[in-house]
């Protein structure tokens, strides 16, 4: 076993307020709901060795009066120890259902966050508010990370045509 692991105390606290709205316009909006608390605490050897899994982490709102649009995320801040080098998608996020039934180019396997957006999904113009839900995973960090706490701000954005 890796020396590291006897000091090994590894915390990841994702930054979101809960119930974000952020308007497109007038009429195309995207809600953010936080559903259950999103923090990772790592101290055992399994835990380290395995992914990490929030089920049923957020859900994001989406109403499109106007024209369809795209919705993307990434990773737009982080914090982490002094010396440590963050691997270029340290999360995941994974697409579970949506009531969306003019949705397309859903993402359906897990994304990696990185700095660049990555598409989740488009919506058709409708006029309806459609929910969609999401697991957030944390790959497995080995014994490479080093103890402290990691912090990541997640942006979501979107776009019309």
Known sequence: MNSKFNVCAILLVLLLSNNSCFAQSSTNQITLNKLTPWNFSLSTPA????????????SLVVKTKSKGCSVYANINSWSYPSGFTLPSSPLEIHYTSTNSPSAYNIATSPIALTSSNQLLFNQN???????????????????????GNYSFTITFTMTQP
């Open 47 to 58: 835990q380290l060795e395995n992914d990490q899994t929030i089920s049923g982490a957020f």
């Open 125 to 147: 113009k409708t006029g309806s508010a459609y929910t969609f839900y999401y697991d957030m995973i944390l790959p497995a960090v080995g014994y490479d990370w080093y103890p």
